[in-house]
């Protein structure tokens, strides 16, 4: 592709304003070069000036090409950090957003509010994908018993294998939304899902670079956002202990909604919304007393 062997620094210039013209991320040409040379950020600012080996640039090359053309950057390099942590990506899950993160802290956050500090929970993460929601509240919290469902096999097989790369015991069940908890009678201290939301009609307002290469069954539920919400909350009672702990990730319009809809499933329910880094509705939290179980 090139005659003459380029600087780091050069390749970079390429690729940065290729990306913009794109209306690609920037940033997008670091991350691919630092995991094409196996190099630190500091380690690749070092050696700017260094010449690019030509295998390594072709390489590049091709990334760049390929993230210009919609190729999520993290299917290129196959990973996501999430809470500090590399997860395997691919087409088959979700990348866990920086977002989810601010979740996950809510739900330790409040666990820690409820429950005595050492006391032995179980939780349940339903719609795991790449495992990342489930795996970090393992690691985070070792008085945790995780479970995790998902209906699909790809990812269950995704998540199975970040759970080894990462050392957490998480024990996962192939199923569709609690169906798998009811059917074993497993009954869980805390309750979490970042079900799909995004409502069918908001769809094209998002980027090609997620609509057309993450799993749409991961993005919507085909309806108005709400569908799995209403679905949840419907069995919730039957794999709740009497005091529990309840959170769901949110679209931004949505959190009114699901609040509603967990007021009138648990009436004494204390329910809030959750704001995230950018003061948009992120999380829908609760603290139940669930009469029903038992």
Known sequence: MHNNQRTIFE??????????????????????????????RSELLARFHDLLPEEQDRLFSEFVTQHKKGVPVQ?????????????????????????????????LNLVDDVFPHDQLLKAVDVGTGSGAIAITLALEKESLSVTATDISHDALAV?????????????????????PMIAQGIKVDLFIS???YIAVEEMNSLSEVV???????????GRDGLWFYKRLIGDLHIVLHEQA?????????????????LLQAFPGADVR???????KDRAVCAHIQNGKSG
Do not use: C
Not at 20 to 25: H, L, V
Not at 159 to 179: C, I, S, T, W
Not at 211 to 221: C, F, G, I, N, Q
């Open 75 to 107: 299917h290129l390099t196959g990973v996501e950090f999430f809470y500090g942590r590399p997860f395997e990506v691919n087409k088959h899950v979700l990348i866990p957003r920086p977002e989810t993160e601010e979740v996950v802290l809510a739900a």
């Open 211 to 221: 609509t057309k290469h993450e799993p749409v069954s991961a993005l919507t539920d």
């Open 273 to 279: 919304i959750v704001k995230d880094i950018n003061r």
């Open 159 to 179: 998540a199975k294998r970040n759970q080894q790369a990462l050392g957490a015991d998480v024990h996962f069940l192939q199923g569709d939304l609690l169906e």
């Open 245 to 261: 702990v309840v959170v769901f990730e949110i679209g931004h319009t949505q959190g009114q909604d699901v609040k509603t809809l």
């Open 11 to 40: 390749a970079l210039k390429w690729a940065s304003s290729l990306l913009t013209e794109a209306g690609r991320d920037q940033n997008a040409a670091e991350i691919l070069l630092m995991h094409v040379m196996d190099l630190s």
């Open 194 to 196: 970042n079900p799909p």
